[in-house]
């Protein structure tokens, strides 16, 4: 398995209150990824890294931000969590070479009540 | 709008049949197709990947593209019932990077014993 974690693994919170979930490669691969999985939507794309301090939008980031002050660390921030986040969120790594794999880490089951 | 289309499932055959998983994707010039198998409660794990035209084969799967009619699909030989699971398509479009890696929603198989 890839040297990926993620923590916390399962969290319940209040809508309003501030999460963060954070990811911790091993590989010391350069690029990071969160997603969210939700039942009808699939895996989608929340922000990625590209390096440390390098991050940039996917598809759903509002109400996201995202931070990484090392390689080894991609940390996701919800700073004032809703019901609409309560899901599944997996970090994903790749090494960014001629195929550009990624691999996932064990998720994080968030609820939001 | 980028979209990478499956069959949502559920797919059902007896043990020992062959499984076929078909995808397609809307975004012509898409360079590289990956299949991820995720289990029930557990994060999308990658099986194969595929770039050029034709049939690959690890073991007992075989992923075959065809980019002219944008359509890649997975073929899983003598099933067993431990390849149940979801199974998910995933296309880099032209556009590159991996940070632009769309996935389709899934479809589900179950083999039956």
């Known amino acids: 398995d890839a040297g990926i974690t993620q923590s916390p693994r399962h969290k319940v919170t209040e809508t309003g209150t501030p999460v963060t979930l954070r990811c911790h490669q091993t590989?010391?691969?350069?690029?990071m990824y969160w997603y969210r999985q939700d039942p009808g939507h699939g895996l989608r794309l929340i922000h990625y890294?590209?390096?440390?301090?390098?991050?940039d939008k996917g598809e759903v980031s509002d109400g996201y931000s995202v931070s990484r002050s090392k390689t080894e660390d991609f940390l996701l921030t919800l700073e004032s969590a809703t019901s609409s986040q309560t899901s599944v969120y997996f970090c994903?790594?790749?090494?960014?070479?001629?195929?550009?794999?990624?691999?996932f880490g064990p998720g994080t089951r968030l609820t939001v009540l | 709008q980028k979209e990478v289309e499956q069959n949502s499932g559920p797919l059902s055959v007896p043990e020992g049949a062959i499984a076929s998983l078909n995808c397609t994707y809307s975004?012509?010039?898409?360079?590289?197709f990956f299949w991820y198998r995720q289990y029930s409660g557990k994060s999308p794990e990658l099986i194969m990947f595929?770039?050029?035209?034709g049939d690959k084969e690890d073991g007992r799967f075989t992923a075959q593209l065809n980019k002219a009619s944008q359509y890649v699909s997975l073929l899983i030989r003598d099933s067993q019932p431990s390849d149940s699971a979801t199974y998910l398509c995933?296309?880099?479009?032209?556009?590159?990077?991996?940070?632009?890696?769309?996935f389709g929603k899934g479809t589900k198989l179950t083999v039956n014993p």
């Open positions: 994903a790594i790749s090494a960014r070479g001629f195929i550009d794999e990624q691999f």
């Open positions: 590989e010391n691969h350069r690029y």
């Open positions: 890294s590209y390096g440390v301090k390098d991050t």
């Open positions: 975004d012509r010039g898409s360079q590289s």
């Open positions: 595929i770039y050029s035209n």
């Open positions: 995933a296309v880099n479009p032209p556009q590159g990077g991996s940070e632009k890696l769309v």
